[in-house]
């Protein structure tokens, strides 16, 4: 999986690399999981106006719990994920 860090294929994984503390990491597109909503301890807050939509009652989710990231990957390894993405779920090449 490595050594095909930086390629297309395979379509339905993703070696994101060292990731501390938890070593390589890796993401694969054809196992979905969910969390369940409660993890994040949900508070909704009222904006006001949402400008977007125009809509006086909008409410916006917000975590107030397990909501901080151990890191990002790098542009061009969300650009390769996104192209896998769509490699994936269509099975053609970008």
Same mark, same amino acid.
């Given at each position: 999986?490595?050594?095909?860090a930086?390629?297309?294929? #395979?379509?339905? !994984? &993703?070696f994101?690399?060292?990731?501390? #503390?938890?070593?390589? &990491?890796f ?11 409660a993890? +994040?301890?949900?508070? +909704? !807050? =009222? #904006?006001g106006?949402? !400008?977007?939509?125009?809509? #006086?009652?909008? !409410? ?6 397990? =909501? ?6 790098q542009? =061009? ?18």
């Open positions: 999986m490595r050594s095909s930086a390629r297309l294929g #395979p379509f339905d !994984v &993703c994101l690399g060292v990731t501390e #503390p938890y070593g390589e &990491c993401i694969l597109l054809d196992e979905t999981y969910y969390l369940p909503a993890l +994040f301890n949900l508070h +909704f !807050v =009222d #904006p106006e949402d !400008v977007m939509s125009g809509n #006086p009652d909008a !409410v916006y989710a917000t975590a107030r719990a397990n =909501d901080n990231r151990i890191g990002r990957i542009d =061009d390894q969300l650009d390769l994920l996104r192209r896998k993405m769509i490699a994936y779920w269509t099975r053609q090449q970008t």
